[in-house]
Nanobody, 123 residues
Framework: VQLQASGGGLVQAGGSLRVSCAAS????????LGWFRQASGKEREIVAA???????YYTDSVKGRFTISRDNAKNTIYLQMNNLKPEDTAVYYC??????????????????WGQGTLVTVSS
């Protein structure tokens, strides 16, 4: 499966942004999907994940502010980010895998990755 992320940009603290990831290739609906982020000088970390059945997982720092969703008809996943904070600044990556679900899976468990999109939150 090929993934193409889009929608990053510059936003002020407290603002909102939605990033998207379009998929092509194999049967999209069978895949677990995740959003990761990597800030400068830090390791890549999972932000949110959604299973093929629609169950979701969020890392503690984004709970109540971010929402992951998927549209299987459009082969697209979304990450709606509200009340953004400067510490959310990072490159955001979408990822897919057949053996991942709504849990805190490490990047190594996702075989397919998008190219990343930069989100910058100014204070």
């Amino acid at each position: 499966v090929q993934l193409q992320a889009s929608g990053g940009g510059l936003v002020q603290a407290g603002g909102s942004l939605r990033v998207s990831c379009a998929a092509s290739g194999r049967t999209f609906s069978n895949y677990g999907l995740g959003w990761f982020r990597q800030a400068s000088g830090k390791e890549r970390e999972i932000v949110a994940a959604i299973s093929w059945g629609g169950y979701t997982y969020y890392t503690d720092s984004v709970k109540g502010r971010f929402t992951i969703s998927r549209d299987n008809a459009k082969n697209t996943i979304y990450l709606q980010m509200n009340n953004l904070k400067p510490e959310d600044t990072a490159v955001y990556y979408c990822a897919a895998g057949l053996r991942v679900g709504a849990r805190n899976s490490p990047p190594s468990e996702y075989p397919y990755w998008g190219q990343g999109t930069l989100v910058t939150v100014s204070s």
